[in-house]
């Protein structure tokens, strides 16, 4: 691992630590200066010249704070002649915008993907794309799409789940959650959800049988928490007496700690540290994922198969089965 050099933004130093923990390297120092117009700039403080060079960087907020670094970042990397420059982004916030859905609007994700190209990156490792389509945006530059389905599966595994379901708050996760019902040997369920506003939600249908049950509700990404308010309220009037909450980018936003906090029939929020954690829950709890980007990190710099990480995992990295001769 000694031509590898590992470089960390702003947005979640401590997640870097950790994966570098796990690799044996140390994180480099970055120094990121502001200036009096509010411009920044970016100098990486360990040579680059020939090297492996990884930028940790999720894209939370302040968002576009992070972007520029980890553009700016990726600029001087290129520029000290590193042999490849990988961004390595936990959570890509732009996922969300992966499509023309109204008249004369921005399709951010995959303006963000050319930019990060633009900037130099020469490959991308991120985790739970909310759409996997923006897997595609990036073209040439190969993209290890990780999931953390395996790591939210353990944590459920040493509990009873002879009366268990899991359910996923709409039916664009739904492939995700049977994948993960899948892992816990239980059926799987769906809300039939539509998005008024950013964080208004109306969820008027579950599709599966919950009455009774123990929900595990399964999602990408929880923001402000209003999907999952309606779920529960939904699940609640559907017979289901006990709730546990899991997923992978727990980004908790705009009130939502306390608006998911205390809430009934909730046992539990689980969640995994692509982003950092809210300092005012201490009841949530974080399934590290940093041996997971460790390892890609390790398999990439060794040109070694990233997809095997998951096998027996998600069914989307099973190696293709031999074609029949007709």
């Known amino acids: 691992m000694r031509e590898i050099v590992v470089f960390s933004g702003n947005a979640h130093p401590a997640l870097a630590d950790r994966i570098c923990g796990h690799l044996g390297v140390p994180v480099s120092p970055v120094d990121v200066q502001r200036f009096s117009n509010d411009c920044l700039q970016v100098q990486l403080g360990a040579n680059c010249r020939q090297r492996d060079v990884y930028l940790v960087q999720p894209l939370v907020p302040p968002t576009q704070e992070h972007l520029m670094e980890l553009l700016l970042m990726l600029d001087a990397a290129r520029g000290a002649s590193a042999a490849q420059v990988t961004a390595v982004i936990p959570h890509f916030a732009y996922a969300r915008s992966d499509k023309k859905d109204a008249s004369r609007i921005s399709i951010g994700g995959r303006l963000v993907a ?108 929880i923001a402000t928490g209003g999907s999952i308010v309606e779920l529960i309220d939904r699940l609640v009037e559907h017979g289901c007496p006990e709730v546990s909450v899991a997923c992978t980018h727990g980004l908790f936003s705009g009130g939502a700690v306390e608006r998911l906090r205390g809430l009934v029939p909730v046992k539990e929020f689980v969640t995994t540290d692509t982003v950092p954690s809210p300092q005012d829950w201490p009841e949530l709890q974080v399934r590290s994922v940093a041996t997971l980007f460790a390892e890609a990190i390790r398999r990439s710099h060794l040109g070694e198969s990233v997809s095997s990480l998951f096998d027996g995992v998600d069914p989307a990295y099973a190696p293709p089965q031999p074609r029949l001769p007709f």
Do not use: C, W, Y
Not at 129 to 134: D, E, F, G
């Open 114 to 221: 050319d930019l990060l190209i633009t900037a130099g990156a020469s490959r991308v490792i991120t985790m739970a794309l909310h759409a996997p389509q923006v897997h595609g945006f990036f073209g040439v530059v190969p993209v290890d799409h990780l999931t953390a389905i395996g790591e939210l599966a353990e944590h459920f595994r040493g509990s009873d789940l002879t009366n268990a379901i899991v359910v996923s708050p709409d039916l664009g996760n739904a492939k995700t959650a049977s994948q993960f019902a899948r892992l816990l040997g239980v059926a799987v369920a769906a809300g039939s959800k539509q998005r008024l506003a950013d964080d208004t939600v109306v969820i008027d249908a579950i599709v599966g049988d919950v009455a009774g049950k123990r929900a595990i509700v399964l999602d990408d990404e």
